[in-house]
């Protein structure tokens, strides 16, 4: 069965620093695709990210940067000159490759981001 | 609009009674998704539909749950003889297809208290 876990509960740090939240996943699929999605106080869940398991090239969105290593099966998110927006509950989520199936999302627990001045 | 639309934002209701959620998916996309969150448990799939084919069902917790996706577009999420345990915020999301590398995007979601 497939399983995310995100071991950081929360997290705080002031304006500009950087964060990285972390994402470790289990799956015995050998293609996979895994998400990140942005959870502000307002509730709707907002899709930053989608990686697929044979493209292990590192991304860069302006400040925010994933690193994707399959060898340690983890996809981990760093924010970059954190700011007050980017408070939120960040989730890191795992879908395996149809098999005939719905291609539902498995979720970790969520990392709560909390940035101060 | 452009996003996926839900209603009502907000329902409360007495324990024992039925109710009906609603999700209006983006226009185009083909695949439907309602999902759960709750303090206990996280995010929990229910059920996905795609198209003309049949629902799994999957993630429903019991058969109090049943979700309906009429002309390939809305649908309604309902849960009869409501319980405590159902309270939590309920998620649709929408897909292009059904394909699992297609971002699903989310709904503001129906917050549901059961007193």
């Known amino acids: 069965a497939q399983k995310v876990t995100q071991?950081?509960?929360?997290?705080?740090?002031?304006?500009?620093?950087?964060?990285?939240?972390?994402?470790?996943?289990?799956?015995?699929?050998?293609?996979?695709?895994?998400?990140?999605?942005?959870?502000?106080?307002?509730?709707?869940?907002?899709?930053?990210?989608?990686?697929?398991?044979?493209?292990e090239q590192n991304e860069i969105s302006g400040r925010y940067s994933w690193n994707f290593q399959k060898s340690t099966s983890s996809f981990n998110f760093t924010?970059?000159?954190?700011?007050?927006?980017?408070?939120a509950v960040y989730f890191c989520a795992l879908s395996e490759r149809n098999t005939g199936t719905a291609s539902k999302l498995t979720f970790g627990t969520g990392t709560r981001l909390q940035v101060t001045l | 609009g452009a996003g996926v639309s839900q209603s009502p934002s907000n329902k409360v209701t007495e324990k024992g009674k039925d109710v009906e959620l609603r999700?209006?998916?983006?226009?185009?996309?083909?695949?439907?998704?309602w999902y759960r969150q709750?303090?206990?448990?996280?995010l929990e799939f229910l059920?996905?539909?795609?198209g003309n084919s049949a629902p799994d069902k999957s993630g429903l917790p019991s058969d109090r749950f049943s979700a309906e996706r009429t002309g390939g577009s809305v649908s309604t999420l309902t849960i009869q003889r409501t319980q405590q345990e159902d309270?939590?915020?309920?998620?649709?999301?929408?897909?292009?297809?059904?394909?699992?590398?297609?971002p699903q995007h989310f709904g503001d979601g129906t917050r549901l208290s059961i007193l």
């Open chain 1, 79 to 87: 924010i970059t000159a954190s700011q007050v927006v980017d408070s």
């Open chain 2, 23 to 33: 999700c209006d998916p983006i226009s185009g996309h083909t695949a439907l998704y």
């Open chain 1, 7 to 55: 071991a950081q509960t929360e997290i705080s740090v002031v304006e500009k620093e950087d964060v990285t939240l972390d994402c470790v996943y289990e799956t015995r699929d050998t293609t996979y695709y895994l998400f990140w999605y942005k959870q502000p106080p307002s509730g709707e869940l907002v899709f930053l990210i989608r990686r697929n398991s044979f493209d």
């Open chain 2, 47 to 50: 059920i996905y539909f795609q």
């Open chain 2, 38 to 42: 709750s303090l206990g448990q996280g």
């Open chain 2, 87 to 102: 309270s939590a915020v309920y998620l649709c999301a929408s897909s292009f297809s059904r394909d699992s590398n297609q």
